[in-house]
T-cell receptor, first 112, second 119 residues
């Protein structure tokens, strides 16, 4: 079946540092890949997505590239801000009814 | 962008009470909605897939009679936790996917979640 493995963290960075959160997946067929962000006490917000190999999703300075050869979708940001502190979930969409399979989430804390 | 409203945001009630949680897509039609449960510092666990006008599809290990799902319209799904007990306390999150059945590659949009606490 489908599965997602992501860096568990927690990750603590200083403001303006470079961020990478690793995500790899196992899937049959041609899934779509997503990164969601969850701020404290809230639901999930879609951060970015990629629907096919070599696609790059980007939003708010974050980006991730769908790498089929390495089955990866690592999240990166060149300069993080305190407001980026949240839990980040990598997810894979596919199969019947297009269910989402989530990674375990990575808590990011950015200090001023 | 697509907005999903979930209500209530927090519920505290006594053991044995039934609790209804609503999930509404405000600016799009959602043939399919999903209900998740999230334990502290854990990922989301899919409980069931709710399809408008048909019975929900439950994941393995989720009690159908305990967690009743109704998807009566293209913009509303409800989850009722029947005879709730302390072990049902959790953060419940719904999501709605844009488009009709067969349109499977649209992202899911999530509600803000409901914090359920059973005393």
């Amino acid at each position: 079946g489908n599965s997602v493995t992501q860096m568990e963290g927690p990750v603590t960075l200083s403001e303006e540092a470079f961020l990478t959160i690793n995500c790899t997946y196992t899937a049959t067929g041609y899934p779509s890949l997503f990164w969601y962000v969850q701020y404290p006490g809230e639901g999930l917000q879609l951060l970015l997505k990629a629907t096919k190999a070599d696609d790059k999703g980007s939003n708010k300075g974050f980006e991730a590239t769908y790498r089929k050869e390495t089955t990866s979708f690592h999240l990166e940001k060149g300069s993080v801000q305190v407001s980026d502190s949240a839990v980040y979930f990598c997810a894979l969409g596919g199969g019947s009814n297009y269910k989402l399979t989530f990674g375990k989430g990575t808590l990011l804390t950015v200090n001023p | 962008g697509a907005v999903v409203s979930q209500h209530p945001s927090r519920v505290i009630c006594k053991s044995g009470t039934s609790v209804k949680i609503e999930c509404r897509s405000l600016d799009f039609q959602a043939t399919t909605m999903f209900w998740y449960r999230q334990f502290p510092k854990k990922s989301l666990m899919l409980m069931a897939t709710s399809n408008e006008g048909s019975k929900a599809t439950y994941e393995q290990g989720v009690e159908k009679d305990k967690f009743l799902i109704n998807h009566a319209s293209l913009t509303l799904s409800t989850l009722t936790v029947t005879s709730a007990h302390p072990e049902d306390s959790s953060f419940y999150i719904c999501s709605a996917r844009e488009g009709g059945q067969g349109v499977n590659n649209q992202p899911q949009h999530f509600g803000d979640g409901t914090r359920l606490s059973i005393l």
